[in-house]
């Protein structure tokens, strides 16, 4: 075995133990962004090859707790305890919890992206605040809203062949593109493009034609 696959194996178990602090249902709040990086890495450490673990910046489960985690807890869980803190958002620990297992129990299929923890469970976190609304960041929004950088209000997006604004709110529904002038559908699979913006998601803009991205981390051999 890899030396650092052993010591992943060891040490994540023990980790994973400490980050209950009680209830071994409930994931506190001060413990998911940690908690959240190291179930990340026993994925990434499961299911990359040894060429595709070069790619990354960290070596070891320690790096990537500070790494990553430091990522999830700016991006996610700092912005959450300020939405907490006015109101605008509310925590739920056991669904957390539900999610970092669900996550975890996808093994080498599915998503390998720590961002999207909560799109295979109950989602723990319930924004608060709907289209109009003031927001510090795009947690406090509920579904189908986002948070304006131009307005700080909760902005609905716009829908298909509504007119849009490249770079301008509203911007489109995610699964459209913005034209110039319409937000229109995105484009599937071989069809011809001239951005990534065009393509479907999952897909990129590569020599003219929208691509499938090639899957990594899908298991060893």
Known sequence: MNPKRM???????LLLAGCDGGDADELPFTDLA???????????????????????????????????????????????QDAIASGRGEYDGKNAMACIEAFQALGCVGTNNPQ???DNCQSPWTAKQTDGEPCASWVECVAGTYCSEETSHC???AAQNQTCTPDQDPYCEAQLYCDGATCLMRKPENAACSGNEE??????CTQGTCTAVEPTCTGRP
């Open 7 to 13: 010591v992943a194996a060891l040490v994540i178990p």
């Open 34 to 80: 940690d908690a959240a990086a190291i179930v990340w890495w026993n994925k990434v450490y499961k299911c990359c090859t040894d060429e595709e673990l070069s790619n990354f910046t960290f070596t070891n489960v320690i790096e990537c707790r500070i790494q990553v985690g430091a990522g999830i807890d700016g991006y996610m869980v700092k912005p959450m």
């Open 116 to 118: 999207e923890f909560f």
């Open 155 to 157: 902005v609905t997006p």
């Open 199 to 204: 393509c479907a998601l999952g897909t990129t």
